[in-house]
């Protein structure tokens, strides 16, 4: 049911996630795919402990610590019998992230590569993948990661309804090893 840029819910283009409690919420891994699962589609609670095969407790918990973090919500309701049922869905459909404490970085982006190693090994396709290796100063590591925003918005404004699902990840960290 389609009704917002072929969602079927409305939400934000993008929302900064900056707060350590968004932060904290989002470096939970299980979390993380509850957020991806609500991107174009609004699911209640039973319909996502189906779908990932979890107990509804389970689900029903850490819906509610996102929510409290404000990065889903209730996006609609219905009665079934003598409840009533709710739908989730994203408060945005691009988070992007900063980070103060080195820490937080470090775990949104391990959950963030885990997520895309997990995805990597269910495509169907997988094009354009590379880890690459380099010694940089703090002004090219400033360029790069400027030209890597840009890919990323290039990326998201491509997006169209009735497309191939795709992901792209990408990111630059310093590394304690010297085999550039």
Known sequence: MPTVDGHDYDA???LLVADPVQLRAMGDSFRTQLIQLLRDRARSTQEISEELSVPKGTVGH???VLERAGLIRVVRTRKV???TEKFYGRTARLFLF???DPADGRAISAVTLRQAANEAELAPLVTGFGLVRARLTMKDIDRFERRVKKLMDDFRAADRA???P???TAGIWATEMDDA
Do not use: F
Request: aromatic share 0%.
């Open 12 to 14: 934000e283009d993008t």
């Open 62 to 64: 850490h819906l509610k």
């Open 81 to 83: 019998r003598a409840v």
């Open 98 to 100: 900063q980070t103060e």
């Open 162 to 164: 009735g497309g191939i």
């Open 166 to 168: 795709s992901s792209l």
